[in-house]
């Protein structure tokens, strides 16, 4: 079976694309977990028991005949029977007996502290919004309850990803959610672990709840009332607000419920849309202070003698210097948590700085608040403060409750927790503490037992300090099996690809696949039932659950059939190879010795790369890696222009012959060489006989300041968006014309840029797409200026600031108009003639419409990048590929590089917190789903797209190539997305434990294999358009 390059490297692609799906649905796993939450409510455990003589056996047998004969009477008649109990030395309920006589009658969920609690959660409030100079002038009311109120103030850290749903989970649960809950984010399936919430609603609470419907979506009929508002149209500042804000004087003043659930919206939309530091965040910061001032006076004028209520305001994550979030940084981790009650003491003294706690203290702290067990799944810790007005025997149940449940989840997910230090440090406080309860049942009142009480508390928050940090490093258990059938789908894919360059960048781009000797073979039978073999063993041997055994018995058979049909592909091209080494080679010298400087560079820049990703650092700051190598290859490239133009009209006349000669006979001898430039069969002569001309053009002074100009396109990029992590604090360009008073400045710069986006693509579209492209630029400043971005020169104020709605629809029209147009001519170019320079005019009019969409979706101070993007395109088009001749081969690694380079200049980098999700609602009145995730991934991923689609686009108009340029292209760009992503997934295999393997190896790994996706679309692409043509002078 004959395949073209294109054709082989797509299929490939689209194979590895499933292995890495497999992949990552393994090594994002479940995350530790207890019982079922239909089995998670049991028994408390009672108080620990002091030491004391044994009982002996007919006490056992009294309390035993005492305790059922309770059971019964009480089943038969409704009637008090303490009074038949009198004979028993010992009572049994409610009171329950110690071996030593004592009693204690602590033996369930102590009762609740507060009558009401009103959570408010305030989405991406940052620490310093409560606690830094904002909150002091936009806060005054919360200022001055945390500074001399009854309250306590913490800082909650999150552990990442930092995006609502997770949050959400870890704030209700106690437990810290896996990081594949960052897909599903978009699509919140129902929370079935153990909750607060249901633990609420299953003791007859009352809850209401208003804001985010993600909580509507984790918890479906949980609440008696409620009214959901989408969290994904972010462009919404005050809507979302405002909703929860009108149900609030009516629910107050009501006494039926018994939690109130708020969620406001607003912060993180302004957040998303203009940063932290927009003049927006001061007046929603002050509505928010006056919505808590409401709440808190409403909830001090109902509390009753008997019980308090709570005020608790916390936030989901905080924000980036970007505005966005779901990355590790210190914005975007550490939220404001308070209490505030009347049942606290006042505030008095010097302000001391809030003390720090995890998120996932919450919910062990409500569930004692609420009177309620604590959820199963939790590893957060009682903040002890809250409880700290009880006496020291409440306190010691409160934490003892707490400790055992900690305990408890880690001998269900630890085989050896006899041995944890935590589970020891536990063991040795519930000893400590009997014999505390032993002096307290005495009637010890002394200064003894009060300081005997301290120590065992301060043993107790050691212990459960300990096992948190146990069970947290034990946050998940990875699916090893599916992420090994994954992974060896990769190398397969990959070795194949390697493999396969002799044949697949030859001159015809084309080479016989041995697809029946493999499938036929009995090797192939073989590796199937053995493969199927293993299967079964792991499947039914497994204790955990794995996502691979779930599938089908048909998919599982399935998936080890394409195994043991890429293993029998590889060895048979393994064999060609070695009978192809059997044959006679002529100028093998010559052959090895035709590589040149760039060729040098593009394998050492693959491997160093390749390299690094295996460094935490060297992943943070990639940016800087691809910014150091497109920087040398400017510099190669300059050193092959002096070459050319300088050196080679001496060097020309004395070679010119020996090196014809030489070329002919390596053409001869190997098909390794890319050859898509037809002139004479080689490229470097062709370069030699050409560069007398070139040299008395006038262009070559700028060709010669071409990769120069370039160095100052790049580095002026730098400039314009600070990315990574070491650096990412610092401010940059783009901070300065997205602040408030730079906004003349902005409008101008979005005005020439827009105008020159212009200027550099329209000059290969036909003149219907050129009007359209021009009223597609002007409706792109016209949604900016809607929305606020920007301004017209007329415009004075900021009084008519909208969503853009209709501004970004009419963009969209002329994006679909100037799509369609160039589809047309494909089809044309495919089916009805085989004209190239139809098909070339309709690629680049499909680029137009691309380039028309990304300057919609990138925020106004990022069009100079598209601007840049363009210009550097066109001068290497003109003054770099042409005159040095490069070959298909070198031309895509330049623009995979150059592809990459611009995904970091445009902000982006390796963690979550930089995708600008904002993009993804660009002309969208309400949340859709599809078109929200690819306008976000286009905008994400636009650097790579449009320098792909340029490399497609160029391919196929330079009319001296041969046709099996595109072919090239197409595989050497699977190659080098395969590279990096198949050792990638070996390392990060390999580091699955380290430190940062959830802040820096996990959003990578997201990363790359998003990028794979994108890849296989692409190749697809190049596959659709690599028709076959007569090769062409």
Known sequence: MRLRSGVFAASCLLVEALGVALFLRGFFPVAVRSLPRREARGDPPAEPAPPGPVVDRCQQYLLAVAKSLKHHLSRLCRVHFSVVLLHFPYPVQPSYPYSNG??????????????????????????????????????????????????????????????????IKALMTGSIPGFIDVIVNLNSPALLDDNLIWQAKTTGKRIIFYGDDTWVKLFPKHFVEHDGTTSFFVSDFTEVDDNVTRHLDRVLKREDWDLLILHYLGLDHIGHMTGPNSPLV???????????????????????????????????????????????SEG??????LFISSAFEKRSGPLTPPG??????????????????????????????????????????????????????LQENTPAYEKDPGYEHFKIAEKSHGNWIKLYLEGNNSEILLNLGKKVLKQYLEALKTLSSSLSKQVA?????????????????????L?????????????????SPPLFSLLFYLMCLMLCAVHVIVCTSAESLCYFCSMSWLTAVGVMMLISALMCGILSAIAKIFENFRLPLKNLVVSSSSWSEIDVLILAGTIGHVLSLGASSFIEEEHQTWYFLINTLCLVLCQELCRNNFLLKEWEPHHSTTMKQNFDSVGEASECKNIDIPAAGNSKLSKATSSAEFIKGSDKWISLASPWIILICCRLLRSLNQTGVQWAHRSDFGHWLTSS???????FLAAISLLMILFLVQRRCSLVSKIAMALGLLGVYSYRAAIGNVIFPWQHDSKDISKGITEARFVYVFVLGIVFTGTKDLLKSQVISADSSVKSTGLWEVYSGLVLLAALLFRPHNLPVLVFCLLIQTMMTKYIWRPLKCDAAQITVMHYWFGQAFFYFQGNSNGIATVDISAGFVGLESYVEIPAIFLTAFATYTGPLLWAIHLLCYLSSEVNRNSAAVGHGCFCYAVLRSVPVAIYIVLVTGLRYHLFIWSVFSPKLLYEGVHVFITAAVCLFFMAMDQKHSQKV
């Open 356 to 409: 720090l706690v995890q998120q996932t203290d919450l919910a062990s702290t409500l569930a004692v608040g609420l009177g309620l067990p604590i959820s199963r799944n939790s590893v957060g810790n009682l903040i002890l403060p809250v409880v700290g007005g009880k006496t020291m025997r409440e306190q010691l149940r409160f934490v003892h409750l707490n400790g055992f449940q900690l305990s408890r989840l």
């Open 282 to 328: 001061g007046p929603k910061l002050r509505e928010m202070d006056n919505i808590l001032k409401k709440i808190h006076i409403s909830l001090l004028s109902k509390e009753e003698a008997s019980l308090p209520n709570l005020l608790v305001v916390c936030g989901d994550h905080g924000m980036s210097e970007t505005g966005s979030h779901g990355g590790s």
């Open 477 to 497: 258990q990875y699916d090893m099996y599916s992420m090994m059938v994954g992974t060896v789908i990769i190398m397969e894919v990959l070795l194949l690809l």
């Open 102 to 167: 004592m009693v204690s009658n602590w033996t369930k969920i102590p009762p609740p502290l507060f009558k009401k609690v009103v959570l408010v959660l305030i989405d991406a409030l940052r620490d310093d919004f409560v606690f830094g100079s904002k909150g002091k002038q936009f806060m005054p009311y919360t200022t001055q309850v945390v500074e001399k109120g009854t309250s306590y103030s913490f800082i909650a850290e999150a552990k990442p990803p930092t995006v609502t749903m997770p949050r």
């Open 499 to 515: 493999l396969s360059i002799p044949k697949a960048l030859s001159s015809q781009a084309e080479f016989e696949v041995p697809l």
């Open 741 to 747: 008073e730079h906004k003349s400045e902005l409008s």
């Open 332 to 337: 975007e981790v550490h939220t404001p948590l």
